[in-house]
């Protein structure tokens, strides 16, 4: 399967496609665009970057492919936890509790979270959050696009590695 991944940071933004060949995936083509004004509110942020994004588009072979959006990192904040270890099906559920005990603000995020180390007794995980009102906003620009989203990722350098990962499951 194909892919585009888009890739957001506060100064810049960036398209690329890959193309799966013979189980990998290889870069095919990507674009890059930067922001006018590295100092932008978070709404003028989704503004301009989507506005980058539709120029971007126009100047690659995107094909109504599966994405995966990389976050700026300025909207995604992030915490460490440790979590007693139970059967899998229960396992989100201690985590949710764990967070709705310990960092009351949730409730106006979303997050998702990624398994660190684990031993018997406890899980390691690292959370990520995103407020819920500036996803949703940067969700609602972004629908002018007519994009195939597939996840929104956090920022950082095993993102790529992430993302390819698990399309090679699909």
């Avoid at 976050?71 to 440790?82: A, E, G, N, R």
């Avoid at 603000?105 to 959050?129: D, H, M, T």
Wanted: charge should be positive; proline fraction near 3%; aromatic fraction near 12%.
């Amino acid at each position: 399967m194909d892919l585009a991944i888009i890739d957001c940071a506060a100064e810049a933004v960036s398209l690329a496609l890959y193309k799966r060949e013979a189980g990998r995936l290889r870069l095919k083509e990507r674009k890059k665009a930067s922001l006018k004004n590295n100092n932008l509110s978070q709404e003028e942020w989704i503004f301009q970057a989507v506005a980058k994004l539709i120029e971007l588009k126009t100047q690659v072979s995107y094909q109504n492919l599966p994405t995966r959006i990389i976050l700026p990192s300025f909207c995604v904040h992030s915490q460490t936890i440790k979590v007693p270890k139970v059967d899998n099906f229960k396992q989100r559920q201690v985590i949710q509790e764990h967070l709705k005990l310990n960092r009351p603000e949730c409730k106006f995020c979303y997050y998702n979270y990624l398994e660190i180390q684990s031993n018997e007794w406890n899980i390691e995980i690292l959370v990520f959050f995103v407020k819920k009102q500036w996803l949703n906003q940067f969700c609602k620009e972004l629908d002018s696009l007519k994009l195939k989203i597939e996840s929104f990722e956090a920022p950082g350098l095993g993102v790529y590695y992430s993302c390819c990962k698990y399309t090679s499951h699909m």
